[in-house]
């Protein structure tokens, strides 16, 4: 079962580090767990590869937690006077539908894909890191549950998913809900910044021999970007959260008007991190849509170093345009131009990477496939967001949109139409890397256009809405301020209600997609290559093994693995065909690495993220359970930090009967 | 090859690892952290920069500080740094002895500080100035009670290090351990540096 080949002493003594260092046998806690098919095994795994799906299990669980929120909004406002929720219920709907989706979904689906994927891609065994790669999958799951626990002990935060002061305080606030938030997103944010760090030594560090940053591919690219945007973004955060808990636990006033605080500190400083954050939500759906577009045209992608380098320049530029989410705030006309001016200038590389996705598949041999056909509504839909996304940049035009409709519609198309198709896109282009089978596509067509009337329907008619006046965030419509003919906000409201059935029936076949697959027996197992990929992660088995690659390969071209089935002859040019991706896998394996050697299984990295929501409840409830998370916190980093990455071979719980692995020493079944 | 295969496999420092930068991927960690935590520093000095103006009750700024004290900790805090450097020297020459040593004197200096920033604390507090007094005191104890909290968790580390050398208990490369305990704890240095100009020394 594993792959795993323990370091013989010889090596040990000449690594000169691991001599005498025998340590959680030593430390008397508890022995390293070993490799087993059981359920335990994803307890204490840190395989990037499985830490890959149970990010985006959970990721995709807090997906439809924050969509029937979305549809219980819907539903409140399909007819006048809506009776579905009250005025509170309500404010804590909207809240923590945006918390959800963007902190418990879009940011984990995407750590997902990237946590599976990159390493792959790069030609790398596993991440830099593995233990902390654990560590920050539960982290953002122990964080995201207690963030929903609210429900349940008093009411769910309310203040809208900015939290602007004066809502925040307790004044306005009474119940638990935003203590929950504020403590739950810190906890999701060390899961973040853990990631990022990880992600990003991997990405610089662990290439395969030969591949340079410019050989990378463009997934990676932006993973990369969006790493460095975490980096920088989740310590305002983090400092904005602290102050929030201050105030609210501790009667401090750091947004308390009365006392002569600024509430304008909050909004900067969640703005710096909250501008960043969008484009943390989009560049991972430019990264996949940039892999599959030239895949399903058969072309290379166009102008890839373009690509790359406006990536980055987002990165950059992204710092710079928090403010336009004040522009109603009363900045100054100085702050106002000059945010509305890189704003607008933001909109370039954006509109750069649309003009390169179209030129790759102009005059290609288009493929309409489901993962083709979510990358071209991507391209489609975010031009519309963006469009809207421009008129923001306006400041006359966006004092009148602010806090409107307007402004729904706007974000929904950037991160519904763009974000969340993008990774849908990688759903259908991945899966059969990941699980061996091809995701259906009938079933898939007919949730790809459910998906897309349902958006369009949903949030289409927010524009008029938005123009027509109607403001965001308010729980109940009138018949008799609705409005007359084309402009009624009562039928647009309908439309858009019904928009959002149609939409989560998309998502519902999707769903039922995933259980036909696995669940049929006329579902074939996928071939090695099936939609004849360019990057190394097709390079391998599906799904990979444990240690990813028999042999490293070496790198000597952007998009290798096209380059080893495609030769391009001399004189004519014509590309023909010059091995098969089972032969090119051959040949890799022919001679594989000896002596692979995989970071061992660990139980410190779940307990550490443990105590995060321990201290949470210690700080909401009882100072008691507080020292208690936090001597927790203190005895499991001792635990890890004496605890090598590797474990000797005697530091192994005996295997589970019926396991089926074992600590016994095993060489690797190479080839 | 093998040695390829065992750098993709793990986390510890092995310090010869191939690594496409060169440098080891603790290092490398240990570099993005501080950047990030760079910005934590910068989002906390902002929001005292705002305050530090604003006192609707109590004592103001310039009535409670002590310069010369605060002066003499820093002076120490900073002298831990050059013992820091010593102990990192001693750490790549393999001598167990010494680095044991110079963590030790770091850690006590460093004590020594935020033993001076309780009895500073201590004294501002006798003199009218709580956590919620105003704004001006709740924005001055966050930002130093983090640089506070860094210094403290950094002596939990070199004591944690002293621990660990002495019984023979690091996993990796020993050197490199203690120059990312060094890295760290010139940083929160560093960010003294910082808060105590603008802190103390620029009046508000």
């Known amino acids: 079962m594993a792959i795993i080949e323990r370091p013989s002493s010889e090596v040990a003594i000449a690594s000169g580090s691991t001599v005498g260092v025998k340590p959680s046998e030593a430390l008397g806690v508890f022995k390293r767990p070993a490799a087993s098919t059981s359920w335990r095994d994803w307890i204490v795994t840190v395989d990037h590869k499985k830490l890959g799906i149970m990010y985006g299990v959970a990721a995709f669980f807090f997906f439809i937690v924050g969509g029937l929120e979305a549809v219980l909004i819907r539903m409140q406002l399909i007819a006048p006077n809506g009776k579905v929720l ?37 030609g790398a065994r596993d991440v830099a890191f593995p233990r902390i790669n654990a560590f920050g999958f539960w982290c953002f799951l122990f964080g995201g549950i207690f963030l929903n626990t609210a429900w349940f002990l008093g009411g769910a935060a309310d203040g809208g998913w900015f939290m602007y002061a004066p809502n925040s305080s307790t004044l306005f606030s009474p119940s638990h809900g935003i203590d929950f938030w504020s403590m739950g997103l810190q906890i999701t944010g060390i899961a973040s910044l853990t990631g990022a760090i990880n992600l990003i030594v991997t990405i610089l560090n662990m290439r395969a021999p030969g591949m340079k940053m410019m050989r990378m591919p463009i997934f ?30 501790f009667d401090a006033t750091f947004f308390d008007v009365a006392s002569g605080a600024d509430p304008l500190l909050w909004q900067h400083l969640f703005w710096i991190f909250g501008h960043p954050e969008v484009y943390i939500l989009i560049l991972p759906s430019f990264g996949i849509v940039s892999e599959i577009l030239p895949v399903f045209s058969k072309k290379p992608l166009f102008g890839y170093p373009i690509v790359a380098m406006s990536g980055a320049a987002i990165g950059f530029v992204g710092w710079g345009v928090w403010a336009h989410h004040m522009f109603a705030s009363g900045l100054g006309p100085v702050s106002v131009t000059v945010f509305s001016m890189a704003t607008m200038a933001i909109a370039v590389p954006t509109g750069v990477k649309i003009v390169n996705w179209v030129m790759t598949m102009w005059g290609g041999k288009l493929q309409f496939t489901v993962p083709m056909l979510f ?32 402004i729904v519609a706007h974000f929904h198309y950037v991160l519904f139409g763009g974000a969340i198709f993008g990774l849908f896109a990688g759903f259908y282009y991945w899966w059969p890397k990941m699980f061996r089978k091809q995701l259906s596509e009938s079933l898939g067509r007919w949730n790809f256009w459910l998906m897309v009337v349902g958006m369009n329907m949903t949030f289409g008619p927010m524009h008029m809405l938005g123009l027509q006046g109607q403001p965001r965030r308010m729980s109940v419509w009138t018949e008799a301020r609705a409005g007359e003919g084309f ?28 259980v036909y697959t696995h669940k049929s027996k006329k579902v074939a197992i996928a071939p090695l290559d099936p939609w004849d990929g360019r990057t190394l992660e097709w390079m391998t088995d599906s799904p990979p093994k444990e240690h990813n690659f028999d042999t490293i390969p070496t790198i000597n071209n952007l998009d290798e693995f096209f380059h080893r089935k495609y030769a391009q002859d001399a004189t004519t040019h014509e590309i023909t065909q010059v091995a098969t991706a089972e032969e090119v896998l051959a040949e890799m394996n022919a001679h594989p690495d000896e002596h692979i050697h995989m970071p061992s299984r660990s139980y410190w990295p779940i307990l550490l993220a443990l105590a995060f929501p321990i201290i949470g409840y210690g700080v909401i409830y009882n100072r008691v359970i507080l020292a208690v998370g936090v001597a927790m916190v203190v005895a499991t980093m001792f635990g890890w930090a004496m605890e090598p990455s590797t474990g000797a071979d005697d530091d192994f719980d005996p295997p589970a009967p019926g396991d089926g692995g074992g600590h016994t020493k095993e060489l690797a079944p190479l080839g | 090859m093998a040695d390829t295969a065992i750098a993709h496999g793990h986390d510890s420092g092995h310090g010869a690892h191939v690594t496409s930068t060169g440098l080891s991927n603790n290092k490398l960690a240990m570099w993005m952290f501080l ?45 831990s740094s050059l013992t820091m450097v010593l102990a990192v020297s001693a750490a ?19 004590a020594t500080f935020v ?90």
């Open chain 1, 86 to 122: 009250n005025a509170d219920q309500y404010n804590q709907m909207f809240t923590m539908h945006a918390t959800t989706m963007v902190f418990l979904f879009v940011m984990p689906m995407a750590a997902a894909f990237a946590n599976y994927f990159v390493p792959l891609q790069i």
């Open chain 1, 220 to 249: 990676t690219w932006m993973v990369l970007v969006v790493q460095f945007l975490l980096l920088f973004a989740i310590p305002v955060i983090t400092v904005a959260l602290f102050l929030l808990t201050f105030q609210r636990s």
């Open chain 1, 375 to 406: 990358s071209i509504a991507l391209v489609v839909q975010f031009t519309i967001g963006g469009l809207s996304g421009v008129t923001h940049a306006v400041a006359p035009s966006d004092t009148q949109q602010t806090d409107t409709y307007y």
């Open chain 1, 487 to 514: 402009f009624n906000l009562g039928f647009w409201n309908r439309i858009s209600s019904i928009g959002s059935l149609v939409l989560s029936l998309g998502v519902l076949l999707f769903i039922i997609n995933v």
């Open chain 2, 35 to 79: 950047g990030s935590e760079c910005l934590l520093f910068g989002g906390l000095i902002s929001t005292y920069m705002l305050y530090k103006g604003r006192v609707n009750s109590g004592p103001q700024p310039d009535q409670i500080f002590d310069i010369p004290f605060t002066s003499v900790s820093s002076f120490v805090l900073l002298m």
């Open chain 2, 92 to 110: 790549q020459r393999k001598d167990d002895r010494n680095t044991n040593l110079w963590l030790t004197i770091t850690a006590l200096l460093g």
């Open chain 2, 115 to 204: 033993g001076g920033q309780v009895y500073e604390f201590t004294a501002f507090y006798r003199e009218g100035l709580g956590f919620t007094t105003s704004l001006f005191g709740s924005s001055f104890y966050t930002l130093t009670g983090f640089h506070g909290v860094h210094v403290s968790v950094g002596i939990i580390m070199l004591l944690a290090m002293v621990g660990m050398i002495s019984r023979n208990r690091i996993p990796g490369d020993k050197a490199e351990s203690v120059e990312m305990v060094g890295l760290y704890w010139h940083f929160v240095d560093v960010v003294w540096i910082v808060i105590f100009t603008l802190v103390y020394l620029i009046p508000s």
